[in-house]
């Protein structure tokens, strides 16, 4: 029916009379017009025999009564036609186990993924800052007593080291490696003193640095030793707080105790030693926290001990001149000896 409506309107542009008589005669003979609704293409049809009487009007008041010729109910169903229609193939049935778990599946692979990813690169990170503080370490101790370079050594670590909480480690780094590697003297007891100064350190906030260098040292107790010796004397107050010398895992109270005397009385012998008979005590007792009456006792036990040493050693000297006079006193006679018989032959 709209290919007749589209032929009829097509006829009525060409205003043609032999071509509009033709396609009138094809839509009277090929429509019925039987029903009510199909009158108005017959009424067309016979306009169209008559060019004359045919406009612009007449088709668009055939059109309208074209449209309201179809019933509400048929242009719904024409209107069901093209919408909702579902392509053939396209309906599927309900989600098989594998299809529901897809997604779950994928995103507990995602999560696994990041986690992986996040250890992987908090591991790499973590290795990264343990190697400046070790670093940081090894330059503080090669620059020890050098003020311009140790301070561009602890700016130029903070800032690799990043955002967070680092003076502490740094510190706790240095001071273990201090501990390891220097031997003890009042020049390294000093030159810790600067340091921390330099870090800006209060006895208070060193208090916990040092209970961690203490569980670090924890089975190195000869270097934990040597950390108390140090600490005790360039910084006391922090050093008691921390309580480093309880915290030995197998030597007891009064071990510690001897051993740190031991350390301080050899420490001082050793300065003493270089020094000519009959001379003064040498500085630094009062840093290394040692009195007065025990600095002069030491200084004589060490003066004393010279001189012993050496008249050992000049009695040995004799000992072996005397040795040496007689070996050659035995062999004159043996050579007296074997000339005399040498005469008695030729006789």
């Not at 293409?41 to 612009?56: I, V």
């Not at 003064?280 to 060490?302: F, N, S, T, Y």
Request: aromatic share 6%; hydrophobic share 40%; glycine share 4%.
């Amino acid at each position: 029916m709209r290919l007749a409506v589209a032929v009829a309107a097509t006829m009525l542009l060409a205003k043609g009379s032999f071509g509009n008589a033709i396609h009138a005669t094809i839509m009277r003979n090929s429509l019925p017009m039987t029903s009510p609704r199909r009158q108005p293409l017959r009424m067309l049809a016979e306009n169209l025999e008559s060019p004359s009487e045919c406009s612009k009007p007449s088709v668009k008041a055939f059109l309208i009564a074209q449209r309201a010729a179809v019933s509400p109910q048929q242009q719904e169903q024409q209107q069901q036609r093209y919408v909702g229609v579902t392509p053939r193939g396209s309906q599927t049935g309900p989600p098989s186990f594998a299809q529901r778990a897809k997604g779950p599946f994928m995103g507990l692979t995602f999560i696994a993924t990041a986690c992986v990813a996040f250890w992987q690169s908090n591991r790499i990170y973590q290795q990264r800052q343990r190697d400046l503080l070790a670093d940081f370490a090894a330059t503080m101790v090669a620059y020890l007593g050098s003020v311009p370079e140790m301070s561009s050594a602890i700016k130029s670590f903070r800032s690799q080291l990043g955002p967070g909480k680092y003076r502490g480690k740094m510190f706790v780094a240095f001071a273990n490696a201090v501990a390891s590697e220097k031997s003890l003297s009042v020049k390294v007891i000093e030159q810790v003193k600067e340091v921390v100064n330099l870090m800006g350190f209060s006895q208070d906030t060193l208090t916990p640095l040092y209970e961690a260098c203490a569980a670090d040292l924890q089975k190195q107790p000869s270097v934990l030793g040597k950390l108390t010796f140090i600490a005790e004397r360039a910084t006391p107050e922090a050093a008691a707080k921390a309580g480093l010398r309880g915290r030995f895992p197998t030597w007891s109270a009064e071990t510690v105790s001897a051993l740190q005397q031991a350390m301080l009385d050899n420490l001082f012998r050793d300065m003493c030693r270089s020094l000519p008979p009959d001379a003064a005590p040498p500085p630094g007792a009062d840093i290394l926290k040692l009195p007065e009456a025990d600095a002069a006792r030491l200084m004589q036990e060490v003066q004393q001990q010279k001189k012993e040493e050496a008249a050992a050693k000049l009695a040995e000297e004799q000992a072996k001149a005397k040795e040496e006079e007689l070996q050659m006193a035995i062999k004159k006679a043996l050579t007296k000896d074997d000339a005399l018989e040498s005469i008695d032959r030729v006789d």
